[in-house]
């Protein structure tokens, strides 16, 4: 279930001297290091989403055709963490390093153990199935918010949404249903929260819309602002506030919707994004069969 294994034994190299692309495109604000080039890790996949670092830089992502969630080590190795994940999509990770998973073989949100033990926290919503959560960011609360659009997958018997439309959730921390945040977009895709806890960013891949809402006491939300008119996939944050928007390479926007960076990457889509390594400051990318890193002058929101 572990096996440990050695980029460079299975690939022929390793971080250190992995397969280099071009360096950026264009980075107006210098974030990204100086004459850092985006390094290509592995292309053993599938189809590679939902990376989450936890406290040691360490970067968990999904492999979701296989099935299986990887884990990118601080050394440059990859671990094989978990096979049989329920076909885990977005995920994040808690203070204890749990890591919380949008399982969508059965639509379910899971939280996984370190040892690999499955705790299913959500199956259902008022006896129904989910459309196919997605992606999802915990509070410090340990309150979880996860998107919930409908992609069918060939894996499922049904062929059509048991629950209409396509929402966002709140799932307060040892609730038992969650609540709807909202209902006002197309296709909720890509979710993250503010370091602070007062802000969260929702990628609405289908109008190709990215918006702000602000988080009230009780988790829901209010305020509801057009950040960017540009969708996403994955979403991330860095310390300054700047968002990371994935799909066409990493495109990044200022607080203030301003586009201050773009970052190509070789690849017919690029899924996700977040930031890893013992600095916070590598910008970790899961892009169809690969997985790809940059690193950054800025450092990602600490999260613990």
């Known amino acids: 279930m572990r096996n440990v294994i050695l980029a460079g034994m299975l690939l022929g190299f390793t971080a250190l001297n992995a397969q280099q692309t071009e360096a950026p495109l264009f980075d107006s604000v210098g974030i990204v290091a100086k004459d850092a080039a985006l390094v290509k890790v592995s292309a053993q996949f599938s189809f590679t989403e939902g990376p989450v670092a936890d406290k040691s830089g360490a970067v968990y992502f999904t492999d979701q055709p296989n099935n299986k969630i990887w884990r990118f080590n601080p050394d440059g190795t990859l671990t094989e963490f978990m096979a049989a994940s329920g076909r885990a999509n977005g995920l994040d990770i808690d203070a204890r390093g749990n890591i919380v998973a949008c399982a969508d073989e059965h639509n379910e949100i899971w939280s996984i153990a370190p040892s690999g033990a499955v705790t299913v926290l959500l199956t259902d919503v008022g006896g129904k199935k989910l459309n196919g959560p997605n992606d999802l960011w915990m509070d410090k609360k340990g309150g979880i918010y996860f998107t ?24 307060p921390r040892g609730a038992r249903q969650p609540i709807v945040v909202t209902d006002e977009l197309a296709k909720p895709n890509g979710i993250v929260g503010s370091g602070n806890g007062r802000l969260l ?20 939300l209010s305020g509801k602002t057009l950040f960017v008119p540009r969708g996403a996939d994955g ?14 390479g990493i495109t990044v926007f200022d607080p203030k919707g301003r586009e201050i960076a773009h970052i190509p990457v070789p690849e017919k889509w690029t899924a996700n994004v977040c930031f890893g390594g013992k ?8 892009a169809g ?16």
């Open 235 to 248: 979403i991330t944050l860095d310390e300054r506030g700047n968002l990371y928007l994935s799909g066409n």
């Open 148 to 171: 919930d659009p409908y992609y069918q997958r060939n894996y499922w018997t049904r062929t059509t949404q048991e629950i209409s439309g396509q929402k966002v959730y709140y799932l």
């Open 201 to 220: 960013y929702v990628a609405d891949i289908k109008d190709n819309k990215t918006y702000r809402f602000f988080i009230n006491k009780d988790g829901s």
């Open 289 to 304: 069969t690969s997985i790809y890193t940059l690193q950054m002058r800025v450092k990602g929101v600490k999260k613990f």
């Open 279 to 286: 600095n916070r400051d590598l910008l970790f990318m899961t």
